[in-house]
Nanobody, 134 residues
Framework: QVQLLETGGDSVQAGGSLRLSCAAS????????VSWFRQAPGEERGTVAA????????WYADSVKGRFTVSYDNPKNTLYLLMNNLKSEDTATYYC???????????????????????????WGQGTQVTVSP
């Protein structure tokens, strides 16, 4: 079983920056697909960025390209999301997620990215709130 713990959410003004962290603990084993999702009130949970922990497999939502950077530190088993030039529309609860391995094995064989729907991810963090004021 894997546990994910997110930190870093805060309230900032538009144009500011934040870095979210997601520390994974437990038995992780082989390389995985990891992802950041976000959900605003009344909206569906959507993918912000995704990454293969072995390197590559990156994917970004169009709305965050050029502003957000996803990375994974294997020795620390920690996923990061660096968010620059934040906008009010980035306000949401942010969740990190990790797959059990099925999505990662698919990426290893077919390439592409680690993009997947929420149902493709087996482990979730508790969520961290990001609020961007105009």
């Amino acid at each position: 079983q894997v546990q994910l713990l997110e930190t870093g959410g805060d309230s900032v003004q538009a144009g500011g920056s934040l870095r979210l962290s997601c520390a994974a603990s437990g038995f992780i084993g082989s390389y995985k697909c990891v992802s950041w999702f976000r959900q605003a009130p009344g909206e569906e949970r959507g993918t912000v960025a995704a990454l293969y922990t072995g390197g590559g497999g990156e994917w970004y939502a169009d709305s965050v390209k050029g502003r957000f950077t996803v990375s994974y530190d294997n020795p620390k088993n920690t996923l990061y999301l660096l968010m620059n030039n934040l906008k009010s529309e980035d306000t949401a609860t942010y969740y990190c997620a990790m797959d059990r391995g099925d999505l990662a094995r698919k990426y290893e064989v077919l390439g592409g990215s680690c993009l997947g729907p929420p149902s493709a991810f087996d482990y979730w963090g508790q969520g961290t709130q990001v609020t961007v004021s105009p």
